[in-house]
């Protein structure tokens, strides 16, 4: 028990629970999720290999409308446990790759809860769920996924984070616009309802956001194909953790520059801080 509200041994008797999913990726998704990118270009036939960390957008859970909670997931409690927390995000991950998925191919996903831990933090109550997802096609693995999903108090229950630095210029560099336009493709393409990307007035006047939520994952995403464009292939392994969160407000831009094991990453907009950072490696 933590702050006197969680109930850590009770959460911690979800590691080990599966979930365990099946997908066939079509020509048509992987074009939507290419447009969603403003790649118009990629030629298509059967057997190409399907757009890196498409895989995100695969929905974890396939649920009624009626069984979504109030913040747009699908109700805790089931594969995931019922953190009694409000905020929910997706925090970080490690992809490491192994071969490409192809177009018409059916991918089979394994989801095992790892770890759940429960922290005190400065801004309140912090509860850590980690996801393994093992991606399998035609007997061929395809990659794993670790997946870190953070819960959080309401805001101002804790005391106030300090101000970050900001970010510094990389190398090479691309502005995005975080339209709602934008936004809502990508929460359609992974059947995502949770509200900070789309609701404004539930991201605003309930989750005390100043504007709608850049999704992690697309951000990651924009870090992994601007890794990909740069070193002219993609990486072997991909980490990356959010910092800080962006907003619909303003655009921001993905940074890339080398070191000694390949590319650092980040996102941020305009003397802002650093978003979220990633790594991309390469081991040949």
Not at 30 to 35: D, G, H, K, Y
Not at 42 to 57: E, M, N, S
Request: proline fraction near 7%; aromatic fraction near 8%; glycine fraction near 10%.
């Amino acid at each position: 028990m933590i702050g006197g509200s969680l109930d850590e041994a009770h959460l911690r008797g979800w590691i080990g629970r599966e979930d365990h999913s099946e997908h066939e990726v079509g020509e048509d998704f992987a074009r939507r999720f290419l447009a969603t990118f403003d790649d118009l270009e990629t030629p298509w036939t059967a057997g190409t290999a399907v757009p890196h960390l498409l895989h995100f957008c695969l929905p974890q859970a396939i649920v009624a409308t009626t069984a979504l909670d109030r913040d747009g997931h699908p109700e805790r409690g089931d594969f995931l446990p019922p953190v009694p927390l409000p905020r929910r995000m997706w925090a970080g991950g490690e992809v490491r790759l192994h071969d490409d998925l192809r177009i018409g191919e059916r991918l089979r996903r394994v989801s095992r809860i790892a770890d759940v831990v429960v922290k005190e933090g400065r801004s309140g109550t912090l509860c850590f769920v980690t996801v393994h997802h093992a991606l399998t096609a035609g007997g061929r693995q395809i990659l794993e996924d670790v997946q870190f999903i953070v819960y959080r108090d309401e805001p101002g229950r804790g005391a106030p984070a300090s101000s970050p630095a900001p970010a510094p210029e990389g190398t090479d560099r691309r502005r995005v616009d975080p339209t709602t336009s934008l936004l809502f493709r990508y929460s359609a393409l992974m059947f995502n309802a949770h509200r900070i990307h789309y609701d404004r007035d539930y991201a605003v006047g309930v989750e005390g956001y100043p504007g709608l939520v850049v999704q992690g994952p697309m951000m990651a995403t924009l870090m992994f194909r601007l890794a990909t464009e740069v070193r002219g292939r993609r990486p072997d392994v991909f980490a990356y953790r959010g910092e800080t969160p962006l907003f619909d407000t303003a655009p921001f831009f993905v940074h890339a520059r080398a070191d000694d094991s390949g590319l650092e990453l980040w996102t941020a907009s305009q003397g802002g801080p650093v978003a979220m950072r990633s790594s991309a490696r390469w081991t040949s």
